[in-house]
């Protein structure tokens, strides 16, 4: 029997919106200059991935033949062309803010760009001497012959294109060359200034200047573009092979693909644009025109400026953790207690401490993790190194398709082998993205598992960007079902029924179809029922039809979905009691933390999991319970606090636009990233307070008496 069709908004379209909330802050005048500035960087990087990915998987559809119809019934040619309806407002808003807003803002402020016409002389050859010294000897222009010898550009970096005059023997045919722009070159080229910061973009200064490349040659046009590449494409997991091999192959294969979107000047001449249509065979739909510098997600390069620290966001440096005394072992710690952990507004450091210890403790027998993505010069990595050298079993599941970090997890990989680490790439059909680590202890009392269960990632960097949850353990039961779980993902045993955990893509989405059930089966016997998730992303039809029939029934749902959701709220007779909200502010809200009523007796989970097919159906993901009371409770009031949220938060509308909140007063007015960071400042120089209260005699350090 087939499925209702459901209500639903366009998953693509509900990205689109919320990219355009992003550069909302952009242009939100109580936003840092400096820190808008970012936020249009965010809102450009973030439309170069929709177009490798979501729009590179269409546009190979609509080639194929194939219908691509979506579960809101548009077809592939459909949904790109509404994309590029919204796609081009979004450019358009993006240089608007730019142009009128943010940089005649940041001039005032005495950050200026300056075109190579208003270059003083003594700016010009300042230039020049840059020029001479540290771009001409990095640049090779290459010869265009004609389009069909057109080169390969490498997608989303800068490259010039230059025209140059025909020659005298072929007065009709257009000669041109192409310049790649390579990352090692910086953007903006500080000019010599006593008042403030000024600029010229390196595009610009380099056109200045491309007559040096093609001495006695007039050049007739020279202009930077970008083009995006696709990026949907994937191991041939059905291919026998070497999966490290196979993922090289896919690499390489993203840099000869095909091309989805071409970012030009305005100024470009009807030539140069019909001969780049022709090499590049693209469409007029897949060419944006723009006003401004090509690809602004340079701008981010801004947050590095010194000396402008007041149009920057005030520090919110992470906190140290009240329940993790400073000196004190990690082990010691977590045996007292369960800890939750609440990035970045506490510090991640007491997860790096962890493995640290865990790999320099002589009584630790064994460390098992996942390692999804993960940053350049990871203490975790190194610690897992350390930990193998010494002998100890170290198994590590690095996963090879984290798309757009497998070339960096396959240094990881390599690295973390040769140190004597059992390493495993990952699952044949399947990407593991859950978040846990497993460390085996050797104690008076026996060998005691001490876990760590995450909904981020071991990446340090993104620890102080993005705010996430971890729950630190050594309760038995949930220690018993991580090294079950990592038997199923490591060797050839088969998913088992766990004693408290869930996992994708076998019991994790029928145990939340359970919960949603028993909270509507509550609310029909009269009991109080409510559901509260905060997820990035809610597009799986399941869920979504199991949270409309519990809004039927009269359960009270409230979502907190930062990015996509294609449930419609507030529909009358089918989602009138569920609302929706979405907050965009400094760090990416990026926890899934799931509470049900349950009677008066909650039950509380974190997971790595978003409600999406691929997360429910195609990965490997857990869902955590948590169940001391003090890390429930705090888990419930930080979903209560984003709820409130009336500063940086948009409610959902039917129709899928957004609508932003605003307080009643601004005495009642609730910042929750404000709210979080304010409760661990203040947590943190309690702790502090209460140490100073305790008298700890410091004694001599025992000596052998053998």
């Known amino acids: 029997m087939a499925k209702p069709v459901l209500p639903l908004l366009n998953?693509?379209?509900?990205?689109?919106?919320?990219?355009?909330?992003?550069?909302?802050?952009?242009?939100?005048?109580?936003?840092?200059?400096i820190e808008r500035a970012k936020y249009l960087a965010i809102s450009s990087s973030n439309l170069d991935e929709f177009f490798m990915v979501r729009v590179g998987g269409l546009q190979q559809l609509l080639d194929e033949g194939k219908p691509g119809l979506s579960p809101d019934g548009l077809g592939a040619a459909q949904q790109l062309a509404e994309i590029g309806r919204r796609t081009r407002r979004l450019v358009?808003?993006?240089?608007?803010?730019?142009?009128?807003?943010?940089?005649?803002?940041?001039?005032?402020?005495?950050?200026?760009?300056?075109?190579?016409?208003?270059?003083?002389?003594?700016?010009?050859?300042?230039?020049?001497?840059?020029?001479?010294?540290?771009?001409?000897?990095?640049?090779?222009?290459?010869?265009?012959?004609?389009?069909?010898?057109?080169?390969?550009?490498s997608g989303l970096l800068l490259h010039l294109l230059v025209r140059l005059k025909p020659a005298p023997e072929a007065p009709r045919?257009?000669?041109?060359?192409?310049?790649?722009?390579?990352?090692?070159?910086?953007?903006?080229?500080?000019?010599?200034?006593?008042?403030?910061?000024?600029?010229?973009?390196?595009?610009?200064?380099?056109?200045?200047?491309?007559?040096?490349?093609?001495?006695?040659?007039?050049?007739?046009?020279?202009?930077?573009?970008?083009l995006t590449?696709?990026?949907?494409?994937?191991?041939?997991?059905?291919?026998?092979?070497?999966?490290?091999?196979?993922?090289?192959?896919?690499?390489?294969?993203?840099?000869?693909?095909?091309?989805?979107?071409?970012?030009?000047?305005?100024?470009?001449s009807q030539t140069s644009l019909a001969f780049l249509k022709s090499a590049l065979k693209i469409s007029d739909e897949q060419i944006y025109r723009v006003p401004g510098p090509v690809d602004l997600s340079a701008f981010r390069a801004f947050i590095k400026l010194p000396g402008f620290e007041k149009l920057k966001d005030a520090p919110w440096p992470p906190q140290p953790s009240p329940n993790v005394p400073p000196g004190v072992s990690m082990f010691e710690v977590i045996a007292r207690k369960d800890v939750l952990l609440f990035h970045p507004f506490e510090s991640f450091e007491p997860v790096v401490r962890l493995i640290e210890q865990a790999a320099d403790d002589p009584d630790v027998l064994a460390i098992k993790q996942i390692l999804y993505r993960t940053n350049e010069n990871s203490r975790i990595v190194a610690a897992l190194a350390r930990a193998a050298l010494r002998g100890k079993q170290v198994t590590a599941l690095v996963e090879l398709k984290a798309r757009f970090d497998e070339a960096r997890n396959i240094e990881w990989a390599q690295a973390l082998e040769q140190a004597g680490a059992q390493v495993i790439y990952g699952l044949k059909w399947l990407k593991v993205h859950a978040k846990v680590c497993i460390i085996v202890r050797r104690e008076p009392a026996g060998v005691r598992r001490y876990c760590h269960f995450s909904t981020g990632n071991y990446n340090e960097v993104t620890a102080t960007l993005y705010s996430d949850v971890g729950l630190m353990t050594c309760d038995e039961d949930l220690a018993a079902d991580a090294t079950a779980f990592f038997y199923a993902i490591t060797g050839y045993s088969q998913p088992i029924q766990y004693r408290k955990l869930e996992a994708a893509p076998h019991g994790l989405r029928p145990r939340l179809l359970a919960l949603i059930d028993s909270e509507i089966e509550r609310r029909n016997q009269g009991q109080d029922a409510r559901i509260i998730i905060k997820l990035n992303a809610l597009v799986h039809q399941d869920m979504i039809g199991a949270l409309y029939r519990a809004s039927q029934a009269g359960v009270r749902v409230d979502l907190n979905i930062r990015g996509i959701c294609c449930l419609r709220p507030g529909v009358p007779g089918l989602s009138e009691n569920i609302r929706v909200t979405s907050v965009i502010d400094r760090f990416l809200e990026h926890s899934r933390i799931f509470y049900f009523h349950h009677g008066g007796e909650p039950l509380v989970f974190l997971s790595s999991a978003d409600w999406m097919p691929r997360n429910l159906d195609r990965r490997v993901e857990l869902l955590v319970p948590v169940d001391e009371p003090g890390c429930q409770a705090r888990l419930i009031a930080i979903l209560e606090t984003c709820l409130q949220d009336n500063v940086k938060a948009r409610r959902l509308l039917p129709d899928g636009g957004y609508e932003r909140l605003k307080p009643a007063s601004p005495g009642k007015a609730v910042r929750s990233q404000e709210v979080?960071?304010?409760?661990?400042?203040?947590?943190?120089?309690?702790?502090?307070?209460?140490?100073?209260?305790?008298?700890?005699?410091?004694?001599?350090a025992k000596t052998s008496t053998a």
């Open 11 to 33: 998953r693509e379209l509900s990205w689109m919106e919320f990219n355009a909330r992003v550069l909302e802050e952009a242009r939100d005048p109580s936003v840092p200059l």
């Open 92 to 153: 358009d808003d993006q240089y608007a803010c730019l142009l009128r807003e943010l940089e005649p803002a940041l001039a005032g402020a005495g950050i200026r760009r300056v075109r190579c016409a208003d270059l003083t002389a003594g700016q010009r050859e300042h230039l020049e001497r840059v020029f001479e010294r540290d771009i001409f000897p990095v640049l090779t222009p290459l010869a265009i012959e004609s389009a069909a010898a057109f080169p390969l550009l």
């Open 173 to 226: 045919k257009p000669r041109y060359a192409a310049v790649r722009v390579p990352r090692s070159l910086a953007r903006f080229i500080p000019l010599p200034e006593t008042d403030g910061y000024s600029y010229a973009a390196v595009e610009d200064v380099i056109c200045a200047f491309a007559d040096r490349f093609f001495p006695g040659e007039p050049i007739v046009e020279c202009l930077p573009l970008r």
């Open 229 to 268: 590449r696709n990026a949907d494409m994937a191991v041939r997991e059905d291919q026998a092979g070497d999966l490290l091999a196979q993922m090289r192959e896919v690499l390489n294969a993203r840099k000869r693909s095909s091309c989805v979107r071409l970012e030009v000047e305005e100024t470009i």
């Open 676 to 700: 979080f960071y304010r409760q661990a400042r203040e947590a943190a120089q309690q702790a502090q307070k209460n140490l100073y209260m305790e008298f700890q005699p410091q004694l001599p």
